[in-house]
Structures are given as structure tokens and as C-alpha cells.
């Protein structure tokens, strides 16, 4: 997702225009991501039982591990992604409000000396996406291996 949308978000010509695109996408990330990841990690429980024994086996197991993988999101989410992301609602919630130089520029809060712009924090953030990404691509790996 953010190999495609990211690199569109940045041609936006004003901070306002980035937070708000930026939000959108997040709010329909949220709804929809990790929804499909649970849904992920079930269908590779439930492989991982139909195949278990008491001596589980390497599919088995790897089943698991692509369950591990797929619900790994949430946490990656809450630690790793969660300052970024809230940084960028404080962003795009003060373009809306006093904090709204009037001539479509964020004031204050990316002009701090040594605190990342919007462009390189929603840059940041389609890092910290893609690792998360990375997590399903493994768990997607995975459940291949095992099959």
C-alpha cells in the first residue's frame, strides 16, 4: 500500500492536503488491515488443526508461525508505528483547527528544530507500513511452505 500511495500523497502541494489524504487511507487501513490479517491467522489455525497430532509436525507448526506472522501487525502497530501515526493526526487535526496559518501551512508543529517535516514523517511512516507489510508477506510465505 504505501509503495503506491505514499509517493502520490508527497505531490500534494500543501501539509493540509498530505494530512488529510493521509488520514483518509489511515482510517480505511484501520477498518480493513487487520481484520484481514485475523482472518489470515484463523484460516492458518485452522490448517494447523486439521493437520495436528501429538507430535506436531513441521507443517504444523509452520502453520502457526504464518498465524504468529499475520496477527504480528497489531503489535507492530502499537509500538513501533504508534508515535508516527500520532504525531500525524496531531498534525492533520491542527491543520483544521487555530494552529492553521491560513495560507494552507501547519504552524508550530514542523518547525521545531530536530522534529521531522510532514513529508519526512509520512515518509517514515511508509517505512514502518511496509514493515508491517513485510509481516504478511512472511505469514503468506509460510503458510505456502507448509502446504
Request: aromatic share 8%; hydrophobic share 45%.
Amino acid at each position: 500500500m504505501s509503495y503506491h500511495t505514499v509517493p502520490s500523497l508527497l505531490t500534494s502541494p500543501s501539509t493540509p492536503t498530505i494530512l488529510t489524504q493521509w488520514r483518509t487511507l489511515y482510517e480505511r487501513g484501520k477498518s480493513t488491515v487487520p481484520v484481514l490479517a485475523l482472518l489470515s491467522a484463523a484460516c492458518s489455525i485452522g490448517n494447523a488443526r486439521g493437520l495436528y497430532h501429538p507430535q506436531a509436525t513441521y507443517r504444523t507448526k509452520t502453520f502457526i508461525a504464518a498465524a504468529a506472522a499475520a496477527v504480528g501487525i497489531v503489535p507492530w502497530t502499537l509500538t513501533a508505528m504508534i508515535g508516527t501515526n500520532n504525531e500525524l493526526m496531531l498534525r492533520e487535526e491542527a491543520g483544521k483547527g487555530p494552529m492553521d496559518d491560513g495560507a494552507g501551512r501547519v504552524r508550530d508543529r514542523e518547525n521545531k528544530p530536530g522534529q521531522l517535516n510532514t513529508r519526512e514523517l509520512v515518509l517514515r511512516w511508509a517505512w514502518l507500513n511496509a514493515g508491517r507489510g513485510a509481516l504478511m508477506l512472511v505469514a503468506t510465505w509460510l503458510s505456502f511452505e507448509a502446504l
